[in-house]
């Protein structure tokens, strides 16, 4: 019979067992149901709720429990469930009335939401480790391409030199801002709903603070109607799991366009890469193709916790069981992708001549050519109009800017001169930009250090 049978007078319909187990995918929160339910036990004892013996069992028998599960041992039943009647089935077959205590004062409902914000919370400590590996692997690329000059893009037309240091720090800070949000996202799961029961606490002297701390929370829930039916946690996990995801994508984006024989700006390690089954000659990114393909299955998971949530009456609705395919798939997806990702970005070859001859092209050094101009006195929409239409010549004449003459730069003003050359090379361009963000060498030294102060907040 089942551990809630009392009141039914017939067995459940096995598709309906099917249906309504949850063991085939909560059965990972195994040690988080395990190590709630040690500190909820002790509590039992300490309070004089059960017999300190009992408690003493139990903690023994909950040990031996998790061995049995870690070697293989023990069996997951889809009758008993959830990890959580599987556990107490467990215990209560070792240990027998003693085991059958453990729930006291205790529902599943706050069992669940303590079990899934624990499990989170270890997750998210992973997931920024990850982050904090990707940014080290993005500031050593950065060190390594201080003097590396690529073209800039607006919308994806080449716009103004840069350098692919420069270019890599701007997803450093990216993924600095997800390190913020998972660990904004980790200050709210830090609250302990255990001790809400199922929806309206308990009779019992239970003390919260006592397992808050034993569990390592922050604090613990002041609702208890909120503390089993909030899953807001889960929500903003997946929404920062999914900002995280569109990042790597964006990366992933440029990299396969980089890795393209018209652009050739970068090319993929073997041990990153597939080929053809029928084209011999194919390398392709697959690896980058994949990350940007999963990135719509983790706002999938986002979009499927919403919308489970968003008509739920207070308190707990078995809806709410949706929750953890959704976020568990978004977390393993996230975890698969970052490793892979810093593996292929860590490996690739960098094309730095290819990458200096593509800023050469697409009069890149419009911008500074009218600056020089604004330097020796003309106004800046003045000196705008004068460019806009000596490109126009240049691209008629099939020149590019540092290639026309004084005497036709003159053509267009009389402020040019020799210094014209000079002011728009690429170097200069680039090396001139030394404003806190640009792309000249100091500057991006300076961002360089300015995100491992700010890394090490996470470290």
């Known amino acids: 019979m089942k551990l809630w049978g009392g009141r039914f007078q017939k067995a459940t319909d096995k598709k309906v067992d099917d249906f309504n187990s949850s063991i085939r995918f909560d059965h990972v929160m195994y040690k988080q149901d395990i190590k709630g339910s040690l500190a909820h036990s002790k509590m039992l004892g300490r309070q004089g709720i059960i017999p300190e013996g009992d408690s003493e069992k139990i903690a023994a028998a909950l040990s031996e429990v998790l061995e049995d599960i870690e070697s293989g041992k023990a069996e997951f039943e889809i009758d008993a469930e959830d990890i959580h009647m599987n556990i107490e089935k467990l215990l209560t077959e070792k240990i027998g009335d ?11 409902n706050d069992q669940v939401a303590l079990d899934i914000r624990m499990y989170l919370k270890d997750e998210t400590a992973e997931i920024k480790k990850m982050l904090l590996s990707l940014e080290n692997t993005l500031i050593s690329l950065a060190e390594n391409n201080l003097g590396t ?6 919308h994806m037309q080449k716009a103004q030199p840069v350098t692919f240091a420069h270019h890599v720090m701007a997803y450093a800070e990216m993924f600095l801002r997800d390190l913020d949000r998972l660990s904004d996202c980790r200050r709210r799961m830090n609250v302990m709903p255990l001790g809400s029961g199922a929806l309206a606490t308990t009779t019992y002297p239970i ?34 799991l999914s900002v995280i995801m569109m990042h790597l994508s964006r990366f992933c984006e440029e990299l396969i366009l980089w890795n393209t024989n018209e652009f050739s700006f970068v090319e993929m390690d073997d041990a990153f890469s597939t080929g053809s089954s029928i ?3 194919k390398k392709n990114p697959d690896v980058a193709e994949l990350i940007r393909g999963k990135t719509g299955r983790v706002y999938g998971s986002l979009i499927t916790l919403l919308t489970v949530m968003k008509g739920l ?11 953890k395919e959704a976020i568990f798939d978004a977390v393993n997806t996230v975890k698969l992708c970052l490793p892979v990702f810093e593996g292929m970005i860590s490996t690739m070859k960098i094309n730095k001549e290819k990458m200096e001859k593509g800023a050469g092209g697409g009069f890149t050094n419009a911008t500074d050519c009218a600056d020089y101009l604004v330097k020796k006195g003309m106004p800046f929409r003045d000196a705008h ?3 806009g239409k000596l490109v126009f010549y240049a691209i008629s004449h099939e020149k590019a800017l540092d290639e026309l003459t004084l005497d036709e730069f003159k053509q267009f003003s009389d402020i ?4 014209v050359y000079e002011a728009i090379s690429l170097k200069t361009c680039v090396s001139q930009r030394k404003v806190t963000g640009g792309p000249a060498k100091e500057a991006v030294e300076k961002s360089i250090n300015d995100v491992k102060q700010r890394l090490k907040k996470f470290e």
């Open 98 to 108: 003693a085991g059958k205590r453990l729930h006291t004062a205790r529902s599943r």
């Open 149 to 154: 000059i690529m073209p800039g893009y607006t």
């Open 207 to 240: 003390d919260r603070e006592f397992v808050k701390d034993e569990l390592g929370f922050d604090s613990v829930t002041y609702n208890s109607l909120d503390g089993v039916s909030d899953r807001d946690f889960a929500i903003e996990l997946a929404s920062a």
């Open 279 to 281: 084209m011999p000659q």
């Open 313 to 323: 009456p207070l308190a707990y609705n078995k809806d709410m069981q949706e929750d």
């Open 385 to 387: 109009a004068v460019i």
């Open 416 to 419: 040019f001169d020799n210094g």
